[in-house]
């Protein structure tokens, strides 16, 4: 069984900045997949993707709405994946979901992911 964890939620005012963690780990194997993506919800709405990374290469993808603002990276060492969110809006505001992917393909596609963590709420004021 796979294990996603994600911390580092808050509230935060607009402008401001937050550092997401997500630490994978397996029971009873080393983790290991193909990469990783965030996705968010807010309330009312569906799922959105946000960033993803492949583990080897560090290929990075981001949606259209954080790019500029938002950089995703890992620690292979550590199988963390952190979101560096900078100039937050109080439209970034939703629950962050960290995902693992096990083969090529969209990364922007929720379905192409197996393993997802609990989440953690960011929320920014205006």
């Known amino acids: 069984q796979v294990h996603l964890v994600e911390s580092g939620g808050g509230l935060v005012q607009a402008g401001g900045s937050l550092r997401l963690s997500c630490a994978a780990s397996?029971?009873?194997?080393?983790?290991?997949?193909?990469?990783m993506g965030w996705f968010r919800q807010a309330p009312g709405k569906e799922r959105e993707f946000v960033a993803a990374?492949?583990?080897?290469?560090?290929?990075?993808y981001y949606a259209d709405s954080v790019k500029g603002r938002f950089t995703i990276s890992a620690d292979n060492a550590k199988n963390t994946v952190y979101l560096q969110m900078n100039s937050l809006k109080p439209e970034d505001t939703a629950v962050y979901y960290c995902?693992?992917?096990?083969?090529?393909?969209?990364?922007?596609?929720?379905?192409?992911?197996?393993?997802w963590g609990q989440g953690t709420q960011v929320t920014v004021s205006s």
């Open positions: 397996a029971s009873g194997r080393t983790f290991s997949s193909y990469g």
């Open positions: 995902a693992s992917k096990y083969y090529s393909g969209s990364y922007s596609d929720a379905n192409q992911y197996k393993y």
């Open positions: 990374i492949k583990w080897s290469g560090g290929s990075t």
